[in-house]
């Protein structure tokens, strides 16, 4: 019932809303909404301008498009990743999403070579692109280390793919300004373009999946799917490729 254009409008507090109903559809449906407040720690001002964003006049029509879009053992299936990434790929096939991947595709095609910025998991997520993007002719590099010195020129043709599920991780931020300084393009794909590094990207592919923590090891450490951003990464590389194809005919 969410689509991609809602959810991109969303603020900071709506999207906390957001991902709490997604989490807890069936229990959502059966609180008042202080009882959302008070779980999701946002105020009812706050559901009732998401409720508006959404398209429902109150907190009662939300809930019943809820209830109609509820499926048998769906609370079990929230938890498993390919209830999420399902909602993605249903997202993806919108025409606002599908216009982001047609900006993102001229820019590719515009620059000298693609680098793709990222440290931990999106580290290696950013290697997997570097080497994809190469298996179809695009001229990639991949950075996983925070703390590489900028190079001072050679920059100014260079698309930054850079990947990140929060944006805000500083020495991925702070890497991704200095080579825009210089020059370079900035594509970004995070799961929220309200961070910081979705702001100062020249573009910004968000995929809104619910922020999952590890709970039996490290709190700390995020467990949100990946698979949207492989799909990005392959969707995009196809696309570019079959761009050069078409130039060459």
Do not use: W
């Not at 998991?121 to 993007?133: N, V």
């Amino acid at each position: 019932m969410f689509n991609y254009e809602q959810i991109k409008n969303l603020s900071g507090l709506e999207l906390t809303v957001y991902h709490y109903i997604i989490e807890n559809i069936q229990a959502v449906q059966r609180m008042t909404i202080r009882e959302l407040s008070e779980k999701s720690h946002v105020s009812t001002s706050t559901i009732l301008r998401f409720c508006s964003k959404m398209g429902c006049e109150g907190f009662s029509e939300l809930k019943y498009k809820l209830r109609e879009e509820t499926v048998e053992s769906i609370e079990e299936q929230l938890y498993d990743p390919s209830f999420q990434v399902a909602s993605f790929f249903k997202k993806i096939t919108e025409t606002s999403f599908d216009e982001i991947l047609v900006k993102a595709t001229q820019l590719i095609c515009d620059a000298d070579r693609v680098v793709f910025l990222g440290i931990g998991t999106s580290g290696i997520l950013g290697e997997y692109g570097q080497r994809y993007f190469s298996n179809v002719g695009i001229n990639s590099y991949s950075i996983n280390d925070p703390f590489l010195p900028t190079p001072n020129r050679g920059v100014e043709r260079s698309l930054i793919m850079v990947l990140s599920v929060s944006g805000e991780t500083t020495e991925v931020v702070k890497q991704a300004v200095e080579l825009q300084k210089l020059g370079a393009k900035l594509i970004s794909i995070t799961n929220a373009e309200t961070s910081t590094l979705a702001k100062i990207s020249d573009l910004n592919i968000s995929y809104y999946m619910p922020d999952e923590r590890a709970k039996r090891y490290d709190k700390a450490v995020n467990l949100t799917t990946q698979v949207p951003i492989v799909s990005l990464i392959e969707i995009l590389a196809h696309r570019v490729e079959q761009a050069f194809l078409q130039k060459e005919e």
